[in-house]
């Protein structure tokens, strides 16, 4: 049973930064990919950021161009864990954000990340005033 648990959220001002972290417990394949993503009141769900681990040292990622520049995800020390550096932030960044994994690579489709991931968390708020 793969649990994804998620931490980091909060509240910060604008220009602030927060780090979310994502940890798999229970997950046993050998590549993973570890998404964010986030929805805010009234608007869709928003591919932010993915990591894809693979085997051989394969290492991909991915941002939405609303957080290029700003935001890094990076592969965590322990196995199955990602971070999510949020910098420089944005009001427009308040949400609830989710974190997702699979065994996978991700995709993207017109510049938009796919949410087909078999595991989710339970999100983190983030609030940026």
């Known amino acids: 049973h793969v649990q994804l648990v998620e931490s980091g959220g909060g509240s910060v001002e604008a220009g602030g930064f927060l780090r979310l972290s994502c940890a798999a417990s229970g997950y046993t394949y050998t590549a993973i990919s570890m998404a964010w993503f986030r929805q805010a009141p009234g608007k869709e769900r928003e591919g932010v950021a993915c990591v894809y681990i693979g085997v051989e040292s394969t290492y991909n990622t991915f941002y939405a161009d609303s957080v290029q520049g700003r935001f890094t995800i990076s592969q965590g020390d322990a196995k199955n864990t990602a971070h999510l550096q949020m910098d420089s932030l944005k009001p427009e960044d308040t949400a609830m954000y989710y974190c997702?994994?699979?065994?996978?690579?991700?995709?993207?489709?017109?510049?938009?990340?796919?949410?087909?991931?078999?595991?989710w968390g339970q999100g983190t708020q983030v609030t940026v005033s």
């Open positions: 997702a994994a699979g065994p996978d690579p991700y995709t993207v489709i017109a510049g938009n990340l796919r949410a087909d991931f078999p595991y």
